[in-house]
């Protein structure tokens, strides 16, 4: 499925927030730099929790192929927020939200692919492949989380019919649409902000484009663990139900038979 892609040089940053996971970040930052160093022009890596060590290799002064800043929380943002700081008032023309759990796998620069397809007319927003440690393709592309989509999915065990939303492991979007939208909305302190961000690009009329192009994404995250980010979770799912977004998507997009999001363009 790895495709080739000519070099872009004309402009991607790359937001990466690290929650205490110095060593995959360690490893991201030497991905980018073996295999995306003709796309990225520069990498914000968010130390999001107080008194984080930084990489060594995010010194300054330390020799990459992009600029690397770095920037240190004083107290934990969301998701959202994070990225939103992160990627605000830049001038590169496509930004880049990519998890540090992510690492890019050998061959063709896959970024350079996602803003290929990113830059197509009409397309708000590209997407990678997910595969887990195994080489196992992740459901990365879900259906609109209803109460009987959710029922199918994690009671009786079966596969998305439909592609509504992607999630936020490693996305790519023109600068204006991210812009346009307003980025992630941060009363989504953790989960589904990606699912409402899809959400609201489809509604504006953008498509999520799949790219032919593959990425490990293990995620293999502490967040998941514990009472707290079961509340998260709960409370985020809550707020997306009761969303303008939601409602609209559900009489608008929930009509339409999606199917995969393999034609890029695509509504």
Not at 26 to 33: G, K, M, S, V
Not at 109 to 123: F, I, N, Q, S, Y
Not at 161 to 168: E, F, L, P, S
């Amino acid at each position: 499925m790895q495709q080739a892609a000519e070099p872009v040089r004309d402009g991607l940053v790359v937001s990466v927030v690290s929650h205490g996971h110095g060593d995959l970040v360690r490893a991201l930052l030497r991905d980018l730099a073996r295999h995306c160093a003709g796309s990225v022009a520069r990498v914000v890596l968010t130390l999001n929790l107080p008194g984080e060590p930084a990489p060594a290799e995010a010194a300054e002064g330390a020799a990459w192929p992009f600029a690397l800043e770095l920037r240190r929380n004083a107290r934990p943002l969301g998701f959202g927020a994070n990225h939103n700081r992160a990627l605000a008032g830049g001038a590169e023309p496509f930004v880049c939200i990519l998890n540090p759990d992510v690492r890019l796998l050998p061959g063709a620069d896959p970024l350079a692919a996602l803003v290929a397809a990113a830059r197509r007319p009409g397309v708000g927003c590209a997407y990678p492949v997910q595969l887990d440690g195994a080489g196992r393709v992740q459901d990365s592309e879900r259906a609109l989380p209803t109460p009987a989509a959710l029922w199918r999915r994690r009671v009786l065990g079966r596969a998305e019919a439909r592609v509504d939303w992607v999630n936020a492991a490693c996305l790519v979007l023109p600068r204006a649409v991210w812009e346009a939208v307003g980025g992630f909305d941060e009363r989504y302190h953790m989960y589904c902000e990606d699912v409402d961000l899809s959400l609201r690009l489809r509604l504006a009329g953008w498509a999520l484009a799949r790219a032919p192009v593959q990425i490990e994404h293990a995620a293999q995250r502490a967040s998941r663990k514990g009472l707290r980010p079961l509340v998260w979770h709960l409370r985020s799912l809550w707020r997306l139900w009761r969303s303008p977004a939601y409602r609209r998507a559900r009489e608008q997009l929930l009509p339409l038979d999606t199917g995969p999001a393999d034609r890029i363009g695509a509504p």
